[in-house]
């Protein structure tokens, strides 16, 4: 409703669209918000994630705040534990070579950043309450309430002039002619060579690069969009009719319908199947505890006997407690306390459930090694324990910040996953279990699955009488070596890539690469 200026008198008339207005630090921002979407695809969606997407988050954090500087609004201290914590996960980009990590920190980025607009420009009640996840959730849809404003913004300052409108329609008029034109161009190559010919001559000077640029251009104009929109947005606090928490508590009271009895009966069954659970498996799992074996099971069999079952049910157990925590009929605004319990006793089994994996886990990496799916549901049954922990305090005391407490669980156990470097971790830890008979054999064949970080390890290992000729074929292989010409630039350099070329050339091997620091 803010977009539209209803008048107070008159019959009938229709509502108009408010006009957008465009200050001068509004045209400022949309011309940066290109600059912005350009990076963002030229540096990380069209190349290997690298030091440019940890120099585009520098850049973009000093982009926003000097925006929110111009609008006026005084950095919270939610504003600035934000962009604290996406400054203290921009070094990833840069120092780490596992993609699924890389890819990772760039959603946690957005998300970030996308959150940053939304708390520091007053959008919403308040930094990591009850209402975050929908806060979020708002951040990440707001933009579209602006998503077309940015060639409004960009072209604003022209039209205060004859001069400028000019220009701005003969720039419109050139677009508009790229089209047809291509479309005459094609044809006119296609039906004479001597034209064919002398356009080759015409533009052989333009490189391979600068077509590369106008294509990234081209893609890069929704994410400009996107960009400007969360600015605009925010400066203007166009969208704070959308998703408030009046809104969302009518929602809440909508769907909180199902009465304590209900969700009891809803969940004493999965308690009663896990207490049988617990008592028909009583040995076999505690085996697990002391480090026994099961008779009839290979090692290998044992620790995989069930581990990914136990991790399904952990989830669905989660998404059990939350659905009973949101659509409980409330008392005086609280959960109904049998409702508390149950959900407790089901979080209490859901840990000894996760207890029992990450045992048979341990068991599985003692006998066979270390893999980045063992590191990484590892990493994920540990979080889900610290949140059902969580969860159980929460059903006790009402007085405990979830949410916030959730929070910096997660950002310390993401920051020790991404910085942990798990790929050299995989690969060093493999070597020494080996080097210390803790394995039989080594697989180098599969450190091949692992990033650059894994290559100094397996170098060294080209010194091995017993290894040495698999450590060769797994440095030859790498595409530092197999491919006779590497270039790198700024936005894919790491030091993990570095560290692996000084390895292969450290064994003798010939690296052809150049690193640029530009592109």
Not at 165 to 194: E, Q, S, W
Not at 306 to 317: A, H, K, P, W
Not at 339 to 344: A, P, Q
Not at 384 to 404: D, E, G, M, N, W
Request: glycine share 6%; net charge positive; proline share 3%.
């Amino acid at each position: 409703m803010d977009n539209l200026n209803v008048p107070t008198s008159g019959n009938a008339v229709q509502p108009q669209l408010k006009k957008p207005e465009y200050l001068t630090y509004h045209s400022v921002m949309a011309w940066l918000a290109a600059v912005a979407g350009f990076l963002f695809v030229k540096w990380i969606m069209m190349s290997e994630i690298g030091a440019g997407a940890t120099l585009f988050v520098i850049l973009f954090t000093v982009m926003s705040v000097i925006c929110a500087k111009k609008a006026g609004c005084t950095l919270n201290a939610g504003s600035v534990i934000l962009i604290v914590s996406a400054l203290a996960f921009a070094p990833v980009f840069t120092i780490s070579a596992n993609g699924l990590l890389k890819f990772l920190t760039i959603v946690l980025e957005i998300l970030i950043f996308a959150y940053w607009y939304l708390i520091t420009f007053g959008q919403c009640g308040g930094f990591l309450r009850a209402y975050t996840p929908t806060d979020i959730l708002k951040s990440l849809l707001v933009p579209f309430g602006s998503f077309g404003n940015v060639f409004g913004a960009m072209t604003a300052p022209l039209k205060k002039s004859a001069a400028g409108k000019r220009a701005l329609y003969i720039f419109l008029g050139c677009v508009a002619a790229v089209i047809p034109t291509a479309l005459v161009l094609i044809m006119l190559l296609n039906a004479d060579d001597a034209f064919s010919q002398f356009v080759v001559y015409l533009f052989s000077g333009i490189g391979e690069s600068a077509v590369r640029n106008i294509l990234i251009l081209l893609i890069s104009v929704p994410f400009t969009m996107y960009i400007f929109g969360m600015i605009y947005t925010a400066c203007t606090n166009r969208c704070r009719g959308f998703m408030t928490d009046a809104s969302v508590e009518r929602f809440n009271c909508a769907v909180s319908i199902a009465p304590a009895p209900f969700l009891c009966a809803l969940t004493a069954p999965l308690c009663i199947v896990y207490v049988l659970f617990f008592i028909s498996q009583a040995g076999y799992y505690l085996d697990a505890f002391s480090g026994i074996i099961t008779t009839g099971f290979s090692a290998a069999e044992y620790a995989r006997q069930g581990f990914f079952e136990l991790c399904r049910v952990s989830v669905i157990n989660a998404a059990v407690i939350a659905l009973s925590a949101v659509i409980s009929k409330k008392q005086d605004g609280k959960t109904p306390v049998p409702v508390r319990i149950m959900c407790s006793i089901l979080s209490l089994f859901t840990l000894m459930l996760i207890a029992t994996a990450l045992r048979k886990m341990v068991l599985y990496i003692q006998n066979y090694g270390l893999t980045l799916k063992r590191i990484y549901t590892s990493w994920f049954m540990l979080l889900l324990a610290v949140i059902f922990i969580l969860i159980i305090i929460k059903q006790v005391t009402r007085r405990l910040p979830f949410v916030k407490i959730a929070a910096a669980a997660f950002a310390v156990m993401f920051a020790l996953l991404v910085y942990s470097d798990v790929d050299a971790l995989t690969a060093r830890t493999n070597i020494n279990m080996y080097k210390s008979g803790h394995l039989e054999t080594l697989d180098i064949s599969a450190m091949s699955e692992l990033s650059d970080s894994a290559v100094p390890f397996v170098a060294e290992l080209t010194k091995d009488e017993q290894l040495k000729t698999e450590a060769w074929t797994y440095c030859c292989d790498s595409r530092y070596v197999k491919y006779k010409y590497h270039d790198a630039g700024l936005s894919s350099f790491n030091f993990a890539k570095l560290r692996a070329v000084n390895a292969l050339r450290d064994i003798g091997l010939e690296v052809n690469i150049r690193i640029r620091f530009w592109d």
